[in-house]
């Protein structure tokens, strides 16, 4: 079910919230956190609202999407509301503000934020300079940027490490689970010797690349270079090196001495699939910080060609 209201108040949505759920049979019990969403007004958010509701069959949320228009010269609010198989597992409010009530959002979330739940701020484009310190990132006990989608990808990750605060994470970050699983899992392969340096080549432009060369440089505390071509990570070792590489059908290949190649078909993780591992926790990412840390010095030693 989808309810639209034009030029309306935060009262008559919170009215009409418990109307159409009412109506629709849904209930807010068992709703886990708020997540709200802060959308670029005129960008396209039905990707971010498609990826909320797909996270939500693990994670039952009351979704905001909140978009502000300040140019617009009458102060108004608009909004909709889904429920049910508009909205999957979760209920999703979208607010789009206009005029001078723009400059004021956070006073318009605030009286649809589930009470006693955590509650999560997700930018799905562009992020503020100083998420933690934003008028919608300060209510949020967690903050999910995504570094690819930054204007100047090539400097974002020494501006995050810049304004980093504990609850700050990325889904450049959570795009690299699966490969930081299989090089974990390679380094705790016998024979047990010291990794002596490593090596990880990507794109040029990559936060994700950056963000994983980072995370060896800081995790194993050994050289590592970051190299410009095709993707694969090297792992030094006295006997040998281990390679971890991709084929021609997107399988991961693991190569060490003395030993028969091992492939793994990686799944490809969508938005939705991101989403959802970061709203698995609400803590500390520590290790995001670790890695943060690590990229932001191998970028200021400058990347070999």
Request: hydrophobic fraction near 40%; glycine fraction near 8%; charged fraction near 25%.
């Amino acid at each position: 079910m989808i309810v639209t209201l034009p030029d309306t108040t935060t009262n008559e949505v919170a009215k009409k919230i418990v109307m159409v759920r009412e109506a629709g049979g849904a209930i807010s019990l068992g709703r886990v956190l708020t997540l709200v969403v802060v959308a670029e007004h005129g960008e396209p958010t039905e990707a971010a609202i498609e990826a909320a509701i797909g996270a939500s069959s693990e994670h039952p949320s009351r979704v905001i999407v909140i978009s502000c228009d300040p140019r617009d010269e009458q102060s108004r609010l608009d909004a909709e509301i889904r429920v049910g198989g508009d909205a999957g597992a979760s209920e999703v409010v979208l607010l789009t503000l206009h005029g001078e009530l723009a400059d004021h959002p956070r006073s318009v979330v605030t009286p649809f934020l589930l009470p006693d739940t955590p509650i999560v701020t997700w930018w799905p484009g562009a992020a503020p300079e100083d998420p933690a310190k934003d008028t919608m990132g300060r209510i949020g006990r967690r903050r999910i940027l995504d570094a690819t989608k930054s204007a100047n990808p090539e400097t974002v990750l020494a501006r995050r490490l810049a304004t980093y605060s504990p609850g700050d994470t990325d889904l450049a970050w959570t795009q690299i689970t699966a490969w930081r699983a299989l090089l974990a899992s390679a380094v705790e392969r016998p024979p047990h010797t010291p990794i002596t340096g490593a090596e990880v080549t990507g794109p040029a432009i990559s936060p994700s690349v950056d963000l994983l060369a980072g995370w060896l440089r800081s995790t194993l505390n050994v050289p590592t270079q970051r190299n410009i071509g095709s993707f694969e990570v090297r792992l030094h070792r006295d006997e040998g090196t281990t390679v971890m590489s991709i084929d021609q059908n997107g399988n991961a290949v693991l190569s060490a001495p003395g030993k028969p190649d091992g492939r793994v078909a990686m799944m490809h993780r969508d938005l939705p699939i991101c989403l959802a591992e970061e709203l698995r926790r609400l803590d500390t990412d520590e290790i995001y910080e670790l890695a943060l840390r690590g990229a932001v010095e191998l970028q200021a030693q400058g990347a070999p060609v």
